[in-house]
């Protein structure tokens, strides 16, 4: 018997909607948290964020995680990374459920040994307090020694505009809003504060337009991060008219889900299209500058050029 608990919120949601749909945008968070060096251009694969976990009378648990997936580059890690809106106390305890059971997904036995590796954590907090630690700290005390692990904590109000665009950590745009929660009531009264508000996000907009034009991210990229700062703003400011609406009206108000993916499904259309007179390897590149993802190019490549998994690797 498996009982499903799951625990989804607004901010969830858009975490793992910018994960799924523009991956890429995660790598030079890991980079910042992990003190990685990836350059962008490394796999990613993601795992399944189902994980049951066995009960006591033989039922099951259903536990989402919010992400798990490896980068393979030089080497090859495993992550698991969780958005968290504010502490809880079992926070910890749930780290340590999701990343055993990561680590016994690819388990495995030689003989009489089973190894298993723990991925890479790390959590993402949207609102923190002086008493926010930067680490989390699992220690497991077994019969052959203690061992610890850290689990870092990313404190996204920390980020200044400018760190967020001089680290390229656009992924953390849709949750800059919470940088300016505890000031909302005085921007609904006072026009002036507000108008600050609103300058910064005139400046992200800007910014973005400038990555759109000197091809760093792609038009749906863009839409993206600007359809997600919209969603997680109709929930952090839904008693807030005058910031809701002000903002909006910076960022082009409320981009559909499916006007991004329309834009989306329209390039890849449009690069093989471009593509075929080049080649293979033209289609490949012009796909991966419109920012769409390498899983996705990989299949399109398959379907188009009739070419198997392995063969169509080679060309990225």
Known sequence: MKNVKTTNTPYDDVFRTLLNDCRFLIIPVINEVFGEHYSGQEKIIFSPNEHFLNQQGGNEEERITDTSFKIEGNKTKKYHLECQSSTDNSMLVRFFEYDTQIALDEGKINGNILTVTLPHSAVLFLRHHTSTPDTLKIRMITPGGTVEYNIPVIKSQ????????????LF?????????????????????????????????????????????????????????????????????????????AIMGGKILEYEAKTIKKEGIKQGIEQGIEQGIEGTVSILKNLGIPTQTILVKIQEQYNLSPEDSQKYL
Do not use: W
């Open 172 to 248: 953390l745009i849709p949750f800059y809003i919470f940088s300016h929660e505890a000031q909302f009531k005085e921007y609904e009264k006072d026009k002036t504060k507000l108008r600050v508000l609103l300058q910064e996000y005139e400046q992200i907009k800007n910014k973005l337009e400038e990555l759109l034009n000197k091809g760093t991210i792609s038009e749906y990229i863009k839409c993206t991060i600007i359809d997600m700062s919209n969603k997680v703003l109709e929930h952090i400011a839904i008693k807030y008219n005058s910031v809701k609406e002000g903002v909006k």
């Open 158 to 169: 920390k980020y200044t505009l400018k760190e967020i665009f001089e680290k390229n950590l």
